[in-house]
């Protein structure tokens, strides 16, 4: 197993780069080696990846996934085989620290790729940083729970009533 592990600081809050990041559709705005994602469900996306004359096609599912705080993949089929995780903290000056970190299991082909992993990973987190600066602000957000790779419904918000309630006794 090659592991690849990542931090950079964002200057953003951890809201905004948590929700930018989690709009996968639009990764291929700032990543160079992401050609297209499609959300097929919430928890499930599909990924084209090319580096050079390797071109990729697989799906990843969400393990877990919890609004300003982190996000857990893995990758289904066969290859490539990898999981990752995602860690959002806050940093100095009310910014964001963003790490990464990334295992692929090296199997022909993508036993040689990953060697080239470390660079890959620590370009394009150079390119989140620099998007998600640029704009100030998220383009978008989902701001669900993911837990053992199912959605988590979101727990009812308490209903207050208006009406004042008789004191009981």
Known sequence: MHSVEETI???????????????????????R???RVDQVRPALTTWTVAAGP??????????EQE????VVWRSLGRRPVHRGEVT?????????????????????????LAGLADRVVRDELRHFKEYVEGLG???GAWRGTIHGGRVRPEE??????R???????
């Open 137 to 139: 602000e998220e383009t």
């Open 33 to 35: 080696v992401v050609k």
């Open 88 to 112: 959002f903290r806050p940093g100095a000056a009310g910014g964001t620290e963003m790490s990464v970190r990334i295992d692929i299991e090296p199997r022909g082909v993508t036993g040689v």
């Open 9 to 31: 600081g964002i200057a953003v809050p951890v809201s905004t780069a948590y929700n930018q990041w989690t709009q996968f559709t639009g990764f291929p705005r700032f990543m």
């Open 54 to 63: 390797v071109r990729r096609e697989f799906q990843a599912e969400t393990v």
């Open 156 to 161: 009812p918000k308490p209903h207050r009533s």
């Open 163 to 169: 009406v004042a309630r008789w004191p009981v006794g």
């Open 67 to 70: 609004p300003d705080s982190h």
